[in-house]
């Protein structure tokens, strides 16, 4: 039983869920417990100890239902079986024959593995190509570097399949009648499980994930309006009601800096402050509220298809640094640039000019959201933590090009909430080269955000 | 097996228990109370707002008769708040009164050096449990039976919190530094939820077992109608719970939860209607819908919804 569970567990681990030993020996005395007879009883159990979060159970319940289900492990071929049982004799030694015939090609031998019951070193494989990114990435960039290495090890099951059909004497057209039929279906099944285990696409439950549509209508007419369908008049029209909102968010702000200093009485200070007039209270402390130290760091994309939105997004951009204390920002179209110190020294307009202008931001590029987080990813991943919000702008349009959404999770995993605004409406989402609906499933939240009202209802939810 | 301070025998135990309190768990709700009650260890409950997280914690605690102690968490929640804080007040008001009493204490003393020793000695007086104003963490450790702790909506408290929950969870102890390092008496039944606002840090979810608390299943939702409801008729119950079923697939801002479910049920048995037509369903909605957009939403795909 005990080797069982650790064999789940490794498998577990090869799929990059992490279970830590104290958390096997948890779940052995768990195991205990219940009885294991009754599949409810004993999958709460494990889950209950190896998927921490609901994001991890959607994993747990592909591995699960792999490994003691799919794989069967009770007619695991590698255990001691039976002299007499001539099937299981048989099925090794095709499975050597086939790993010699393989010599020391590393895919092969993982699908030999995973014939012969053993998950790990395919199942390890295949979260290599999952987050594989691209090595040649000065050079042309395509996403094909991941569909070929899938296509190789598809291959390679094909191979394997004819390979098998060979060998075994095919079990409906006689042969070797009942004796191998059982055997073959097995290996025939594993096989089929490998396959589809590479053509599926896994990605975590994310049904936490807080998706704003609805939006309160405040503007009718010009809020209404796309930010890519507006006139010239309406744009300076637009920047007026953009000025309001960021009036009325740096009027909230200086609210709350002014309750701060009306909290409870603190008579720690209070006495000690007392003490300068032998114990008369003159001077009356009061606990101050902190302020609550958001630290907001901005990704912008401000390439050609988002170009109307970008500039309204600059802008709000740009307001927020001045609402919070700590606000980095970034705009891309490939590789992330650091605006923020542009954003520091001028006035909204020259910055959002000096951007598009003056900052190192290569225009002549295709959007490329993989490299871009690539970079973040390699560059700033020490700005984000536990206090950050991370707030990204696009529309997810990778122009076909590895999206590296494994690196997003990463990121997700080092700050507070991750935020995706998105100037595209809802129904294009995932059309095309749109990865949108990939990483989603890596943000707390995500809401389109195409015109003034959607952003003005985005502003309220984040200063509140 | 079991430890002697666990209520439950067994899944099967735990199941008959919740429901005698008139809590319906599914299988896997009552295996993962029971493996945490048994072994001691905190459950984290996640799931969507008003699935039954919290209720969960109040069921346990009503049908083992443990006292529940409930800590909020928000963002600032900080130590004094939740374990323990020196009532300087009284500290200060016990002071003034025992002036004299001090006085004579140190009476005899020549110096100044000698007074404060002798004053240092009383210390203990004043930084005594008398003193200490024990907040919820602090009270489940030291209470004198088992209780049932639930740390509500930990996701809005901050990472340090967080962090310093760790030392509770793991070893069940707090220090003091006046006082030195308490143990619990009784290891409370710990039940923390959260609502996947934030993620949680991974030291914290290893020390606690998991568990997901989703809408229940229309049948699992229909028995718990008709259990705070007994008088409701099949039909209604059937069509009631369909039609939130079919609200909740809905787009919607705020999804109608368990109780929203129970209170329109309530409302209809009130007005008396015995068959859920589209006239009544939007006669009621504002039972079941907080905003006025869900409510807007709802009435467009009313014949989605009475399906």
Redesign the interface.
């Known amino acids: 039983m005990l080797n069982l569970i650790l064999n789940f567990v490794n498998a577990c681990r090869a799929s990059d869920l992490?279970v830590?030993t104290?958390?096997v020996i948890?779940c052995a005395?768990?195991l205990?417990?219940?009885?294991v007879l009754d599949e409810?009883?004993f999958r709460?159990?494990l889950?209950?100890?190896f998927?921490?979060?609901?994001?991890e159970?959607t994993e747990f319940d592909r591995l699960y239902g792999l490994f003691f289900h799919d794989m069967r492990p009770d007619v695991e071929l590698d255990a001691d079986c039976d002299p007499e049982n001539t099937d299981k004799a048989d099925m090794r030694h095709t499975i050597g024959q086939m790993r010699q015939e393989a010599g020391d090609d590393e895919i092969t031998q993982a699908i030999m593995d995973f014939l012969a019951g053993d998950p790990i070193p395919y199942l390890r494989q295949i979260h290599r190509l999952e987050t594989q990114t691209e090595e040649s990435s000065q050079a042309l960039k395509s996403n094909l570097s991941q569909l070929s290495s899938r296509l190789e090890v598809m291959l390679r099951i094909n191979r394997t399949r004819n390979r098998l059909l060979q060998l075994m004497p095919d079990p409906i057209s006689g042969g070797a009648p009942g004796r191998n039929r059982g055997m073959a279906g097995l290996l025939m099944e594993r096989l089929e499980t490998a396959n589809r285990m590479l053509t599926q696409e896994t990605r975590p439950n994310n049904?936490?994930l807080k998706?704003v549509?609805?939006y309160?209508k405040k503007t009718l007419g010009i809020g209404e309006r796309p930010f890519s369908n507006l006139t010239e008049t309406e744009i300076i029209k637009m920047r007026s009601v953009i000025d309001q909102l960021v009036r009325k968010m740096k009027d909230i702000m200086s609210r709350r800096y002014a309750v701060r200093n009306r909290g409870a009485l603190d008579?720690?200070k209070t006495?000690r402050a007392a003490q300068r007039y032998q114990g008369v209270p003159i001077e009356i402390v009061f606990r101050q509220?902190?302020l609550?130290k958001t630290r907001v760091v901005t990704l912008c994309d401000v390439s050609g298809s988002v170009w109307s939105a970008a500039r309204f997004m600059l802008n709000m951009i740009y307001s927020m640094q001045d609402c919070f204390s700590d606000v980095k920002s970034f705009a891309f179209v490939a590789g992330p640039t650091n605006i923020t110190d542009i954003f520091e020294k001028h006035d909204v307009n020259q910055a959002i000019e000096k951007v598009i202008t003056d900052a190192d931001i290569n225009f002549n590029t295709h959007t490329d959201y993989g490299e871009m987080l690539t970079q973040f990813h390699r560059d700033h991943l020490n700005l984000l933590t536990?206090?950050t919000t991370l707030i990204i702008v696009g529309d997810a349009r990778t122009n076909y090009q590895n999206p590296c959404e494994h690196l997003l999770d990463d990121m997700?995993?080092r700050c507070?909430?991750v935020i995706w605004l998105n100037p595209e409406p809802e129904q294009f989402w995932g059309t095309g080269d749109s990865e949108m609906n990939t990483y989603k499933a890596y943000c707390?939240e995500v809401r389109p955000c195409r015109n003034l009202n959607q952003l003005a209802n985005f502003i309220e939810d984040i200063v509140f | 097996m079991p430890g002697p301070h666990t209520g439950f025998t067994s899944v099967e135990d735990v199941q008959k228990k919740l429901e005698s309190v008139d809590y319906i768990p599914s299988r896997e709700i009552a295996t993962v109370v029971f493996l945490a009650a048994a072994t001691q260890k905190p459950i984290l409950v996640e799931g969507p707002a008003g699935a039954g997280k919290t209720e969960l914690a109040r069921a346990i605690s009503r049908c083992l008769n443990l006292r529940k102690i409930r800590l909020q968490c928000y963002e600032g929640l900080d130590e004094a708040k939740s374990l323990y804080e020196w009532e300087y007040a009284k500290q200060l008001l016990y002071t003034q009164m025992i002036k004299e009493k001090i006085n004579q204490l140190i009476a005899t003393a020549d110096t100044i050096a000698e007074a404060v020793e002798k004053i240092a000695q009383q210390e203990n007086a004043f930084f005594s449990e008398r003193f200490l104003l024990a907040r919820p963490l602090l009270q489940a450790i030291t209470s004198d039976e088992q209780v049932v702790l639930l740390i509500d909506e930990i996701d809005k408290s901050d990472p340090e919190f967080e962090a310093f929950l760790l030392e509770l969870l793991s070893d069940f102890q707090v220090s003091i530094p006046e006082l030195g390092i308490w143990k619990a008496k009784h290891i409370p039944i710990v039940v923390l939820t959260s609502n996947n606002y934030r993620d949680i840090s991974d030291a914290l979810k290893r020390r606690c077992i998991h568990l997901y608390i989703d809408y229940p299943k229309k049948d699992l939702e229909k028995r718990i109608v008709k259990l705070k409801i007994p008088n409701i008729e099949e039909r209604l119950a059937d069509q009631l719970v369909n039609a939130i079923g079919n609200i909740r697939s809905l787009d919607l801002k705020k999804r109608p939860c368990i109780s929203e479910t129970i209170d329109w049920a309530k409302a209809l048995m009130v007005l008396q209607i015995n068959d859920l037509s589209p006239q009544a369903l939007s006669d009621t909605l504002n039972v079941i819908c907080k905003y006025q957009a869900d409510t807007v939403m709802v009435r467009e795909s009313m014949d989605k919804v009475l399906k």
């Open positions: 992490r830590s104290a958390e948890d005395r768990h205990e417990m219940v009885d409810a009883q709460s159990a889950r209950a100890n998927a921490k979060s609901r994001r159970q049904d936490a998706q549509n609805a309160e008579v720690k006495l509220r902190p609550r536990q206090k997700r995993a507070r909430r707390h």
